[in-house]
């Protein structure tokens, strides 16, 4: 799935110093093969654009449904990463549901709880964190004509398989509003590149597999609007995780990327690990709204129920003292590693807010903390608290 480059470091790790722009340029020599894509109703700047109309009486037929979610699948993996789902939902359902998001932000606007995004300040963009959740609550209805979207269901299961997880965030881009600097998606593209550096090779490999990006149109997308920006096939580059933060790859982006205009209804589905991101809104009257999904695998649970905020109070007393009495700091990490919970997410993005990047403490940086700082239990306890609250859903 990933073309490999000549390693200068230890085997099995990547590194920024090992990122070659030439590297990248040879991957994205691949152009899109229209034969690989007998049900697409033709090829865009290199993206297979598929019409849901013609797909719905194909997926009537289980067998030939599982060839479309083959070809879908081979597609965001060794072909050029992204798919384009033309008509996917009716504008009515996106429309209901744009009216229910509309008065969610007008309501955290009025309450002053005003959400940027990652790339972007409140104001230049308005942003709603879950609304997955959201929706569900403010028109039940809404959600259940928009998320029985039988092209949704194909994407994810074509890439997933089953009971995959569905999570959103709209994103709207407002007139003026500047665009994203060239990235990958989550979970590996969340992290620092030096967080990054310290996962295996074969985790940089596995984690687009974990999760299928998606966006809906929420409006129609006239370039000038500032749809998302894509390079076809970057997805297959190996250190792509840790070269998309070079100036070198940002600079190569902005020259050879690809934009698609989108209609109200067209879904856009891409593997996290394709180098993307949204464009500038050169309009004076478009606010440019997308229902942002991240769907991800059921496989990326642990096989117990666990209360590590539970374990890290009981331990954490016999932390200290073993520290005090000399215990090593590496030692005392490993203890950490087991004990709290590792990854920052999932979390509350409209509370729990990312403060250096885009990812928030998790409970094991805020014990480690603690720990450097040889703060008593109580003191620990209030800011498990703390990190509990921020949270919960709601």
């Given at each position: 799935m990933?073309a490999?480059?000549?390693?200068?470091?230890?085997?099995?790790?990547?590194?920024?110093?090992?990122?070659?722009?030439?590297?990248?340029v040879?991957?994205?020599?691949?152009?899109?093969?229209?034969?690989?894509?007998?049900?697409?109703?033709?090829?865009?700047?290199?993206?297979?654009?598929?019409?849901?109309?013609?797909?719905?009486?194909?997926?009537?037929?289980?067998?030939?449904?599982?060839?479309?979610?083959?070809?879908?699948?081979?597609?965001?993996?060794?072909?050029?990463?992204?798919?384009?789902?033309?008509?996917?939902?009716?504008?009515?359902?996106?429309?209901?549901?744009?009216?229910?998001?509309?008065?969610?932000?007008?309501?955290?606007?009025?309450?002053?709880?005003m959400?940027?995004?990652?790339?972007?300040?409140?104001?230049?963009?308005?942003?709603?964190?879950?609304?997955?959740?959201?929706?569900?609550?403010a028109?039940?209805?809404?959600?259940?004509?928009?998320?029985?979207?039988?092209?949704?269901?194909?994407?994810?299961?074509?890439?997933?398989?089953?009971?995959?997880?569905?999570?959103?965030?709209?994103?709207?881009?407002?007139?003026?509003?500047?665009?994203?600097?060239?990235?990958?998606?989550?979970?590996?593209?969340?992290?620092?590149?030096?967080?990054t550096?310290?996962?295996?090779?074969?985790?940089?490999?596995?984690?687009?597999?974990?999760?299928?990006?998606?966006?809906?149109?929420?409006?129609?997308?006239?370039?000038?609007?500032?749809?998302?920006?894509?390079?076809?096939?970057?997805?297959k580059?190996?250190?792509?995780?840790?070269?998309?933060?070079?100036?070198?790859?940002?600079?190569?982006?902005?020259?050879?990327?690809?934009?698609?205009?989108?209609?109200?209804?067209?879904?856009?589905?891409?593997?996290?690990?394709?180098?993307?991101?949204?464009?500038?809104n050169?309009?004076?009257?478009?606010?440019?709204?997308?229902?942002?999904?991240?769907?991800?695998?059921?496989?990326?649970?642990?096989?117990e129920?666990?209360?590590?905020?539970?374990?890290?109070?009981?331990?954490?007393?016999?932390?200290?003292?073993?520290?005090?009495?000399?215990?090593?700091?590496?030692?005392?990490?490993?203890?950490?590693?087991?004990?709290?919970?590792?990854?920052?997410?999932?979390?509350?993005?409209?509370?729990?807010?990312?403060?250096?990047?885009?990812?928030?403490?998790?409970?094991?940086?805020?014990?480690?903390?603690?720990?450097?700082?040889?703060?008593?239990?109580?003191?620990?306890?209030?800011h498990?608290?703390?990190?509990?609250?921020?949270?919960?859903?709601?």
């Amino acid at each position: 799935m990933t073309a490999t480059s000549t390693p200068t470091t230890a085997p099995g790790f990547r590194r920024r110093e090992d990122c070659r722009l030439e590297d990248l340029v040879r991957v994205l020599q691949d152009r899109t093969d229209p034969a690989r894509h007998p049900h697409a109703a033709g090829i865009d700047q290199g993206v297979p654009r598929y019409e849901a109309a013609t797909l719905r009486p194909a997926l009537e037929d289980p067998a030939l449904a599982d060839v479309i979610r083959a070809e879908l699948a081979d597609a965001l993996a060794e072909g050029p990463g992204i798919v384009v789902l033309a008509g996917a939902f009716d504008p009515d359902v996106v429309a209901r549901a744009t009216a229910a998001f509309e008065d969610v932000i007008a309501r955290e606007k009025a309450s002053g709880q005003m959400a940027g995004d990652h790339f972007a300040s409140p104001g230049a963009n308005d942003r709603v964190w879950n609304a997955l959740e959201k929706l569900a609550v403010a028109d039940p209805q809404a959600f259940v004509a928009y998320y029985a979207n039988d092209m949704l269901a194909l994407a994810a299961e074509a890439w997933l398989g089953p009971a995959y997880q569905v999570t959103s965030q709209v994103n709207v881009v407002n007139p003026g509003g500047k665009g994203q600097t060239v990235h990958r998606d989550y979970h590996l593209g969340f992290q620092s590149p030096e967080v990054t550096g310290r996962y295996p090779g074969r985790v940089h490999d596995v984690s687009p597999l974990l999760t299928l990006q998606g966006a809906v149109a929420h409006c129609d997308m006239p370039v000038e609007s500032g749809p998302t920006l894509y390079l076809p096939h970057s997805q297959k580059y190996s250190h792509g995780y840790l070269a998309y933060w070079l100036p070198e790859f940002q600079d190569y982006f902005v020259d050879h990327h690809v934009q698609l205009p989108l209609r109200t209804g067209d879904a856009v589905f891409f593997n996290p690990a394709l180098f993307h991101a949204a464009g500038s809104n050169h309009t004076a009257d478009v606010r440019r709204m997308a229902n942002l999904l991240q769907i991800s695998s059921a496989f990326g649970r642990a096989m117990e129920t666990v209360d590590r905020d539970r374990i890290v109070r009981l331990v954490y007393p016999a932390l200290l003292a073993a520290r005090a009495a000399g215990m090593p700091e590496a030692d005392q990490h490993r203890v950490v590693a087991a004990a709290a919970e590792g990854y920052a997410f999932p979390t509350n993005l409209d509370r729990d807010t990312p403060v250096d990047g885009m990812t928030p403490a998790s409970q094991a940086d805020v014990v480690r903390v603690a720990l450097a700082q040889g703060r008593t239990p109580e003191s620990l306890a209030t800011h498990l608290d703390a990190v509990a609250h921020a949270k919960l859903s709601h």
